[in-house]
T-cell receptor, first 113, second 115 residues
Framework: GDSVTQMEGPVTLSEEAFLTINCTYTATGYPSLFWYVQYPGEGLQLLLKATKADDKGSNKGFEATYRKETTSFHLEKGSVQVSDSAVYFCVTYSKAAGNKLTFGGGTRVLVKP | DAMVIQNPRYQVTQFGKPVTLSCSQT?????MYWYQQKSSQAPKLLFH???????NEADTPDNFQSRRPNTSFCFLDIRSPGLGDTAMYLC??????????????FGDGTRLSIL
């Protein structure tokens, strides 16, 4: 089945620093790729998505590019804010995986003022 | 406005005492999912409904059951909760499980504690 590997946290940054969270995946077929964010005490929110190679998803200053050749979907933000403190999940979805989401382990990000 | 609503937000129950968690949606989505998320882990799919078609995951414990009386509502029933069932329970919906472009929409979860 599919699997997703993302960098372990916690990642601690100062406000306005550059954030990168690495994510690589293995999949049979051609998955769609997502980043979900989970703020403390809340459910998951879709942050961005990409459905084909070289697509760039972007939202709230975050970006990630679907790299088929390296099977990666790294999340980046140029200048983080305290409000970006959350857990970030890299997720794949494909028919080959039984039409289910496959989650990475999550990366906790803590932004300090 | 919240589109996937879970009640209650927090639930404390005793070991072995049945508990029901509820989820409602205003999106008119065909598919509803239940996930279990333990502390510092990724969500784990328990089961899902595609319309009225129930799909159980192979490793979901037998004391976890679900009901979907109509499109808008879905319930998670835990018949005899054990201490290991303490977790956040997340409900999610999607318009079509066969369309990989459609993301799942999550509720805020119910944090369940078994004492």
């Amino acid at each position: 089945g599919d699997s997703v590997t993302q960098m372990e946290g916690p990642v601690t940054l100062s406000e306005e620093a550059f954030l990168t969270i690495n994510c690589t995946y293995t999949a049979t077929g051609y998955p769609s790729l997502f980043w979900y964010v989970q703020y403390p005490g809340e459910g998951l929110q879709l942050l961005l998505k990409a459905t084909k190679a070289d697509d760039k998803g972007s939202n709230k200053g975050f970006e990630a590019t679907y790299r088929k050749e390296t099977t990666s979907f790294h999340l980046e933000k140029g200048s983080v804010q305290v409000s970006d403190s959350a857990v970030y999940f890299c997720v794949t979805y494909s028919k080959a995986a039984g039409n289910k989401l496959t989650f990475g382990g999550g990366t906790r990000v803590l932004v300090k003022p | 406005d919240a589109m996937v609503i879970q009640n209650p937000r927090y639930q404390v129950t005793q070991f072995g005492k049945p508990v029901t968690l509820s989820c409602s949606q205003t999106l008119n989505h065909n598919v509803m999912y239940w996930y279990q998320q333990k502390s510092s882990q990724a969500p784990k799919l328990l089961f899902h409904y595609y319309d009225k078609d129930f799909n159980n995951e192979a490793d979901t414990p037998d004391n976890f059951q679900s009901r979907r009386p109509n499109t808008s509502f879905c319930f998670l029933d835990i018949r005899s909760p054990g201490l290991g069932d303490t977790a956040m329970y997340l409900c999610a919906t999607s318009g079509d499980r066969l369309n990989s472009n459609q993301p799942q929409h999550f509720g805020d979860g119910t944090r369940l504690s078994i004492l």
